[in-house]
């Protein structure tokens, strides 16, 4: 099993920054993607930002259109924590974020942290 707990969400007006924290804990062996989803009301949840372990060419990166050259993704290894650095905050930024991890060896590999607010005011 894996835990994940999310921090850093608030209130921000446009233009503004905010970094996501995401703490893991538990089994993290074997943990081939994590990454960033949000879900704004009355919408889907949809991808935000990943890092995806690419074997022998090394960790990769991936990030929604929408937010491309605004938000940047990194993990601290040694702090079992995952992060999302978010710049130029617009006013459609505004969602739950979620921080998930996958494990493809398990059958319910997939996990999820409790969502942290994000408002952007225009």
């Known amino acids: 099993q894996v835990q994940l707990v999310e921090s850093g969400g608030g209130l921000v007006q446009a233009g503004g920054s905010l970094r996501l924290s995401c703490a893991a804990s538990?089994?993290?062996?074997?943990?081939?993607?994590m990454g960033w989803y949000r879900q704004a009301p009355g919408k889907q949840r949809v991808l935000v930002a990943e890092?995806?372990?690419?074997?022998?060419?090394?960790?990769?990166?991936n990030y929604a259109d929408s937010v491309k050259g605004r938000f940047i993704i990194s993990r601290d290894n040694a702090k079992n924590t995952m992060y999302l650095q978010m710049n130029s905050l617009k006013p459609e930024d505004t969602a739950i974020y979620y921080c998930?991890?996958?494990?493809?060896?398990?059958?319910?590999?997939?996990?999820w942290g409790q969502g942290t607010q994000v408002t952007v005011s225009s």
């Open positions: 890092i995806t372990s690419g074997g022998s060419s090394g960790a990769s990166t």
């Open positions: 538990g089994r993290l062996l074997g943990i081939s993607a």
């Open positions: 998930h991890f996958f494990n493809p060896s398990e059958l319910s590999g997939h996990y």
